[in-house]
Structure formats: C-alpha cells, structure tokens
C-alpha cells in the first residue's frame, strides 16, 4: 500500500476562451517513510498538483489514493475527514487562522484530526524554536515565526503524510535549517514527505527529486 498515489492526473483551468492544461496525466506514488522534493519552475505546475494530492482541489482526470482510501471525486466531508486523519499541509498562504493563537491554531488542527491536545502541542513548538510565540496571533508573527507555526500545525496531529508548498521560501537560512531538521526527525518516525522547492539545499536533502515542468513528471 502505498501512503499516497495518483494515477493519470489532468488538470484544465479556464479564462473566457483560453484553457490552460496544468496537469497532462501526472502518475506519483510515494513509499512510505519518503521524502520526496518536487522541483520545476514557476507555472509548471507544483502548486496545482499538490492541492490535488491534498484534495484541495479536483482533479479533471484520473484520481489520488491516500492511505489506499479515493480521495478523488468524495464528497468534501469525505475528503476533510480523510485528510484531517493523515495529511499534513503547508501550503504557501492560509496555513493560520487568523483571530486564533498559534497554540489555538494546533489545537483546532488536532481537534479536527480526533487527538486530544496536551503536552505535545508545547513539545513541537519547542523543537521548532517557537514556544515562547505560542499565545501570539499570525499577524504579530515574523515571516520564519510564521512558516515554522505553520510547520508546527501540519505536524501537529502526527500525519501520516506531509504535504509542503515552498515551506522555505520567506526564511532565513538558520529557519531553513530547523525546518529541515524537524522533516528529518518525522521522516525517520515514518512519515511520508512531499515539499514542493525551489531551494536546492532542501531538496539535496530528500530520497527522491521529481522534477514538472509544463504539467508532466520526469
């Protein structure tokens, strides 16, 4: 079984006439424990895959297995529950609510996911150098107090799959290095990984490079 799989993936957009095809029959699988790095420029389609393999989005062709369980084509209260059970995201905005704390942001992300909050929510701050910003709102956060809360939410309800848009893109290099040290230890704990990177030090760091470019693999 594998955590995460998608199979012959198209994704069209539309302005007036024009339509763009994002995604031309995208085939992924990750094993799991993997940390996978996808690379490809601007518009190549990163972004738009990885919403779908979150179930953010809909692809128009082909569908994505989570956990061996269709996400694809479900209701939405079936694709929540799915992913508030085993995915973890870090998109490149909205990762925060914004009137709650960072702390009252993993509560609310474990809540959904059914684990009781305790402990642990201080545990993941503390490893992410956050702890003492925990009852600060998003908008009082850094930009790298920002990405590593984020971080701290996805994982907070120890997912089985890790779902990263560009989760280095506005941080300093010693806020990229916890970043990397925090997906390592959850990768070593079983964690399935995918990060969406422009950054070459990240990348070098996974198993795997997959690179899109104009809506296909390679």
């Known amino acids: 079984m594998f955590p995460l799989a998608a199979f012959e993936l198209y994704r069209f957009f539309h302005d007036g006439d024009e339509e763009t095809m994002a995604l031309k029959g995208v085939d992924l699988t990750l094993?799991?424990?993997?940390?996978?790095?996808?690379?490809?420029?601007?518009?190549?389609?990163?972004?738009?895959?990885?919403?779908?393999?979150?179930?953010?989005?809909?692809?128009?062709?082909?569908?994505?297995?989570?956990?061996?369980?269709?996400?694809?084509?479900?209701?939405?209260?079936?694709?929540?529950?799915?992913?508030?059970?085993?995915?973890?995201?870090?998109?490149?905005?909205?990762?925060?609510?914004?009137?709650?704390?960072?702390?009252?942001?993993?509560?609310?992300?474990?809540?959904?996911?059914?684990?009781?909050?305790?402990?642990?929510?201080?545990?993941?701050?503390?490893?992410?150098?956050?702890?003492?910003?925990?009852?600060a709102l998003p908008s009082q956060l850094s930009g790298g107090e920002a990405a590593r809360a984020g971080l701290a939410v996805a994982l907070s309800a120890q997912p089985a799959i890790l779902i990263c848009d560009e989760p280095t893109a506005e941080v300093d290099a010693a806020t990229e290095l916890d970043v990397l040290s925090e997906l390592h230890r959850r990768q070593q704990a079983g964690t399935t990984i995918l990060i969406a990177t422009h950054s070459s030090a990240l990348a070098e760091q996974a198993d795997r490079i997959v690179h899109i470019n104009d809506g296909r693999l390679s």
């Open 31 to 135: 094993e799991r424990g993997e940390f996978v790095a996808l690379m490809g420029p601007s518009g190549s389609g990163k972004s738009t895959l990885l919403s779908c393999l979150a179930g953010l989005d809909e692809p128009d062709g082909g569908y994505v297995e989570v956990m061996a369980s269709r996400l694809s084509r479900r209701p939405e209260a079936v694709r929540a529950k799915l992913r508030a059970r085993h995915i973890g995201m870090l998109m490149q905005s909205g990762n925060l609510v914004e009137h709650l704390t960072v702390a009252g942001n993993i509560r609310l992300q474990r809540s959904l996911a059914g684990i009781r909050s305790g402990r642990a929510d201080d545990e993941i701050l503390e490893m992410l150098g956050i702890r003492e910003r925990r009852n």
